[in-house]
């Protein structure tokens, strides 16, 4: 496989991940999500869908670039897509967290170990691309604010 059908297989796959964890966050948009005490700082709804379309396409990218050297660095290739896995199943289950089971606390503390992984995602990256680990800063900070968020609207509604 070469780079660009490896860092399109990797995008597809992150948009289908997100998709699938958009389907669990659409009901509640409409129903529970509504009900809850959300700080001010609280984007519109609106703003959501368009940024992390562009987080999944710079993972995706991130990681397929980083799947490129495999035949040049097998190990540490290996083990940077491991913490990308293991980040990438995270972020789906912190939608079924908040919006699934409607549990602001849960959610919070899973988005804790997100940050965690995704931050190594990003050391492990940068080790191998610098461009891989710079695509991955935007999805830290996004993932920062998100958890600030998170405990905000759990503090709000306890």
């Not at 958009?22 to 529970?32: F, K």
């Amino acid at each position: 496989m070469n780079k660009i059908t490896r860092i399109l297989a990797i995008v597809v796959t992150c948009l289908a991940i997100g998709y699938f964890s958009g389907i669990v966050t659409r009901s509640a948009i409409t129903t529970w999500y509504p009900t809850l005490v959300k700080p001010s700082f609280n984007p519109p709804n609106w703003v959501f869908a368009p940024v992390w379309s562009m987080l999944y396409i710079m993972m995706g990218v991130a990681a397929g670039l980083v799947w490129s050297r495999i035949d040049f660095e097998k190990e540490a290739v290996k083990k940077a897509l491991i913490f990308f896995t293991i980040q990438l199943a995270l972020n789906a289950l912190w939608s079924y967290l908040f919006f699934g089971l409607h549990n602001p606390m849960l959610a919070g503390l899973e988005i804790i170990v997100l940050w965690l992984m995704i931050y190594e995602t990003y050391i492990q990256f940068a080790k191998i691309n610098k461009i891989a680990g710079y695509l991955f800063l935007p999805y830290l900070a996004w993932v920062s604010f998100a958890a600030v968020l998170n405990g905000s609207i759990w503090w709000l509604n306890k």
